[in-house]
């Protein structure tokens, strides 16, 4: 069984910086893509980058383009998500997916994803 634990999370001022790590046991993830999500109170879980099984490819959200990066290192299991001059729109909690194993593309949808981490708060003060 696979399991993904999100770290890194926690309150930040606008302007301001985190990185975001999702470490996964249970067996490796490098033949599948992951991605990040994350959900505000009252909204929907919506996407916010995702990557391939190999790290060199990456897609991300309109709202994150420029500011956010995500990476990988396969060799530790581990998906990071760098964040960069963060908005007070930007607090939610950040859940990080892997798709299932083989499948290897970049996805944007919820569905295209299998296992879930549990999240991690990220907060933006003004």
């Known amino acids: 069984q696979v399991q993904l634990v999100e770290s890194g999370g926690g309150l930040v001022q606008a302007g301001g910086s985190l990185r975001l790590s999702c470490t996964a046991s249970?067996?490796?993830?490098?033949?599948?893509?992951m991605g990040w999500f994350r959900q505000a109170p009252g909204k929907e879980r919506e996407f916010v980058a995702s990557?391939?099984?190999?790290?060199?490819?990456?897609r991300y959200a309109d709202s994150v383009k420029g500011r956010f990066t995500i990476s990988r290192d396969n060799a530790k299991n581990t998906l990071y998500l760098q964040m960069n001059s963060l908005k007070p729109e930007n607090t939610a909690v950040y859940y990080c997916?892997?798709?299932?194993?083989?499948?290897?593309?970049?996805?944007?949808?919820?569905?295209?994803?299998?296992?879930w981490g549990q999240g991690t708060q990220v907060t933006v003060s003004p």
């Open positions: 997916a892997a798709r299932s194993s083989g499948l290897t593309t970049t996805a944007m949808n919820r569905v295209d994803y299998y296992y």
């Open positions: 249970g067996r490796t993830l490098s033949n599948n893509a």
């Open positions: 990557i391939n099984w190999i790290g060199h490819i990456t």
